[in-house]
């Protein structure tokens, strides 16, 4: 580790405890089954969150993500019923301030999950937003729920959000995420996984196969043209093409992508040929790719994003970052399972 990496570790080491709302075994076994599922997806959702339950642990309720905390718990007990309480809610959000150290800028750190550090952690996951307006909710609150269970397996999470000027264009948000990348590896991080959703899973792509140094990359709805409802379908044809040069380059052999493509979403060009284009490019250049083929019941552009595709997706993208080697060509979530065991 050379000085400058020792020194952002004890910098990273330094820094106050973020707010992650850790699993409560002990309460999880005084649920009901249908209780214990919900409190599965409660710890997937989005902060701020809150679980509510009955005197008799037979009946619950959550809510997450809705703004603040008094309309989330109102939420919970409404969902739960009468005679409920809030037995469960997410700490305080840290300001940015406090969980973005100026050495990592513009990465930050995740401020809804715990961080051990390069030195303990199994790696790090660099999380990109899709592409967002001034006046929504600030988008570091809203990492994937399938990003969670990552955390839970000693993976520290970072962001690079993009809300510095020029850094919403295509150019822009590649030099930001680049240099986000270059700060989390000079900390001493081992492995790099980069996440993205929307204009953040297109970014991602682009950089992981044009840089040696990172082990996966993980795109839920990639895109970057924007609505394709009411475009001309040249529009769409070079959506396609721009999507196939992402993986025209292949700068580590070991990299491996996973794709999550859906019904009904606005932003895509066409499921079916980007799953065409990815297997050409799979048989052609030996790229491992896990493709996440329009799953059933998970619908819309922003479905990654969701406690669903969570909930079913993620160990078999755990066992796609672990495994220790893959071949090349396109797996689905079958076959990633099997050769975890």
């Known amino acids: 580790m050379t000085w400058r990496a020792l020194l952002l570790a004890l910098l990273l080491a330094c820094t106050p405890a973020l707010a992650q709302e850790e699993r409560d075994p002990a309460f999880a076994a005084q649920l009901g089954a249908n209780c214990k599922e919900r409190y599965e997806a409660y710890l997937l959702g989005a902060y701020p969150r809150a679980f509510a339950v009955s005197p008799d642990r037979a009946r619950c309720g959550y809510s997450s993500g809705g703004g603040g905390r008094e309309p989330v718990e109102a939420m919970a007990l409404k969902n739960c019923g009468a005679t409920c309480t809030i037995a469960k809610r997410s700490p305080p959000v840290p300001s940015e301030a406090e969980v973005a150290p100026p050495e990592m800028f513009p990465a930050e750190r995740d401020p809804t999950s715990r961080h051990l550090g390069p030195n303990a952690a199994a790696g790090a996951l660099i999380w990109s937003p899709g592409s967002i307006a001034v006046n929504v909710i600030p988008s570091r ?187 090349g060509g396109v797996h689905d979530c079958a076959k990633i399972t099997a050769l975890g065991r």
């Open 141 to 327: 609150f809203s990492t994937a729920p399938f990003v969670r269970p990552f955390n839970e397996a000693k993976w520290d999470v970072w962001r690079v959000d993009r809300t510095g000027p020029g850094e919403q264009t295509r150019r822009g948000g590649v030099l930001a995420l680049n240099r986000a990348i270059d700060k989390v590896k000079q900390a001493g991080y081992r492995r790099i996984v980069l996440g993205g959703q929307s204009a953040g899973g297109f970014l991602s792509i682009h950089l992981a196969a044009r840089r040696p140094d990172i082990d996966a990359v993980i795109a839920t709805a990639p895109a970057v043209t924007g609505d394709l409802t009411d475009k001309k379908p040249e529009v769409a044809i070079q959506a396609l093409k721009e999507f196939d040069e992402l993986f025209a380059v292949r700068r580590n052999p070991s990299t491996r992508v996973a794709v999550a493509l859906f019904s009904g979403d606005e932003y895509e060009p066409s499921a079916l040929q980007r799953a065409t284009l990815m297997k050409r490019r799979a048989d052609e250049m030996g790229w491992p790719i896990l493709l996440i083929d329009r799953p059933e019941g998970i619908y819309g552009h922003h479905a990654g994003q969701q406690v669903p595709f969570a909930l079913r997706y993620r160990d078999c993208l755990l066992r796609f970052v672990d495994l220790p080697a893959l071949d």
